[in-house]
Each structure stands twice: as structure tokens, then as C-alpha cells.
């Protein structure tokens, strides 16, 4: 069975500095990956997802991902964080080889930007 | 866009009492899916649906059930409401080429 982890509950940074959200799963084949957001009181929208190709994905409002097989990581990166930036943002692992395509999310990272 | 609407976006219940959630689609979407989101849980897959008249069970079916009889909504089913079913529900459809998934606002039920 596939799994997710994000091992940071919460993270605190300072607006401008640098962001890095790790995610770790667990899928037997190549997986679909994605990093979703939620801003408080909204919905969940999709910051980027990989697939297939580079490893180096972009996404929306400057965040970008590397997914890495030797490490089994897709971790999520901003080089300088603004303070709409505070959400809670989920990691997801989605299978590539079924026609249901369930996705399995990990428990999420609140992020904190202090001004 | 895609657009996936949750009828009840705030829902009080009474222990006991049988809850419909509803979900519409306006895609043609096969894939369509039911999480709950509790704080420090994440998403949890409660059921899904690659097809009308088909379904699933995801990692925590336990006291809910869901009917799709036609393509476009896929309901959700809580028979007797405990109060345990306290939570935020939500509804996706997923894009069958990237995987991607789309999420209605969410139905946050209490259940008293």
C-alpha cells in the first residue's frame, strides 16, 4: 500500500527567507506526486505535480519540487517565502497503474511566515 | 474550469440521524472521490467511484456508504450519524491523464 510521510507538523519562517517542505513516500511503482495547498477557510488547489520527465517540476506562485527515486523524496521548495504563503500544505502520492488512481495524501505541514 | 460543487457547505446533525452529502461535477469525470480532513490526520479516503453504479472502499468506509447512479454526482451516505463523523468532507474528481485531483469547498458537518 502506498504511503505519504511529512515529517514537519509545522514550520515557522521569517517573510524572504527560504522555504524547503520535505515529503517521503511509499509507492511500488512510478508514482504520480503532487503537493497541494490550503489556505485557511479554502479548498485544496494544486501547486504542481510530477509525472514523468524531469525530475525538477514548477509550480504555481514560485514553488518548485525535485522528485528524487534514490530517496524516495519530492520535496518542496520556495527560494524566498511571502507572507500569503501561510497554509497548510500536503504531500500526495497518486497510482500510476490502476484506473481508480486513489491518491494518498501525508498529514500535512502548517506553515507559519512571521513578518 | 472544472467545477466540483459540495451542496452543503455547513451541516448540524443530531447522533442517530441519516446525512446526505452531495457532490456535482460538471466535467464528465469518471474518477470521483470522498475524504474527510480532521486536523493532524490529513486527507483520509473514505470511498470512490471509477464509474456510474460502481464503488470502492477506501482506507476508513466504516459507517458511511455513497450511491452513484449517474455520472455527474456522487453522494455520500452516513446512516446513523455518530459523533465521531464530526469532520470536514470533501469531494475531488481526478484528471485520468495527469492524476490530478480537483476538490469541491468542502462540507463541514457536526454532529451533536
Known amino acids: 500500500a502506498q504511503s505519504v510521510t511529512q515529517p514537519d507538523i509545522h514550520i515557522t519562517v521569517s517573510e524572504g527567507a527560504s522555504l524547503e517542505l520535505r515529503c517521503n513516500y511509499s509507492?511500488?511503482?512510478?508514482?504520480?506526486l503532487f503537493w497541494y495547498v490550503q489556505s485557511p477557510g479554502q479548498g485544496l488547489q494544486l501547486l504542481l505535480k510530477y509525472f514523468s520527465g524531469d525530475t525538477l517540476v514548477q509550480g504555481i506562485k514560485g514553488f518548485e519540487a525535485e522528485f528524487k527515486r534514490s530517496q524516495s523524496s519530492f520535496n518542496l521548495r520556495k527560494p524566498s517565502v511571502h507572507w500569503s504563503d501561510a497554509a497548510e500544505y500536503f504531500c500526495?502520492?497518486?497510482?500510476?497503474?490502476?484506473?481508480?488512481?486513489?491518491?494518498?495524501f501525508g498529514d500535512g505541514t502548517t506553515l507559519t511566515v512571521k513578518p | 474550469d472544472v467545477k466540483v460543487t459540495q451542496s452543503s457547505r455547513y451541516l448540524v446533525k443530531r447522533t442517530g440521524e441519516k446525512v446526505f452529502l452531495e457532490c456535482v461535477q460538471d466535467?464528465?469525470?469518471?474518477?470521483m472521490f470522498w475524504y474527510r480532513q480532521d486536523p493532524g490526520l490529513g486527507l483520509r479516503l473514505i470511498y470512490f467511484?471509477?464509474?456510474?453504479?460502481?464503488?470502492e472502499k477506501g482506507d476508513i468506509p466504516e459507517g458511511y456508504s455513497v450511491s452513484r447512479e449517474k455520472k455527474e454526482r456522487f453522494s455520500l451516505i452516513l446512516e446513523s450519524a455518530s459523533t465521531n463523523q464530526t469532520s470536514m468532507y470533501l469531494c475531488?474528481?481526478?484528471?485520468?491523464?495527469?492524476?490530478?485531483?480537483?476538490f469541491g469547498e468542502g462540507s463541514r458537518l457536526t454532529v451533536l
Open positions: 509507492y511500488g511503482a512510478t508514482p504520480y
Open positions: 466535467m464528465d469525470h469518471e474518477n
Open positions: 467511484s471509477y464509474d456510474v453504479k460502481m464503488k
Open positions: 475531488a474528481i481526478r484528471d485520468l491523464n495527469t492524476g490530478e485531483l480537483f
Open positions: 500526495a502520492v497518486g497510482e500510476s497503474n490502476t484506473n481508480a488512481g486513489k491518491s494518498t
